[in-house]
Nanobody, 120 residues
């Protein structure tokens, strides 16, 4: 059983920054990748990015590449999403996920979601 707990969401002005955290607990050994999806009202769920938990290789959606950075703290079993140059289009609920593939397509574990709101 794996649990993911997210934090760090909030309200920020366009051009600002936020940092999300996702802390994992339980038996995460088969969840090689951790990262985020986001979903805005009326829109499809969108992959944001992920990181290989062991080796640190990162994967990003084109929409966030160059602005967002994923990192990890192995000791804390935590991954971070540093979001810079935020735009109103980044407004969404961000969900942490863990699974066996870099696009998180088959993730078995999900966080509770955290709201990110970017004002213009």
């Amino acid at each position: 059983q794996v649990q993911l707990v997210e934090s760090g969401g909030g309200l920020v002005q366009a051009g600002g920054s936020l940092k999300l955290s996702c802390a994992a607990s339980g038996r995460t050994f088969s969840s090689y990748f951790m990262g985020w999806f986001r979903q805005a009202p009326g829109k499809e769920r969108e992959f944001v990015g992920s990181i290989n938990r062991s080796f640190g290789r990162t994967y990003y959606a084109d929409s966030v590449k160059g602005r967002f950075t994923i990192s990890r703290d192995i000791a804390l079993n935590t991954v971070y999403l540093q979001m810079n140059s935020l735009k109103p289009d980044d407004t969404a609920v961000y969900y942490c996920a863990a699974g066996p593939d870099p696009r998180l397509s088959r993730s078995d574990y999900w966080g509770q979601g955290t709201q990110v709101t970017v004002s213009s």
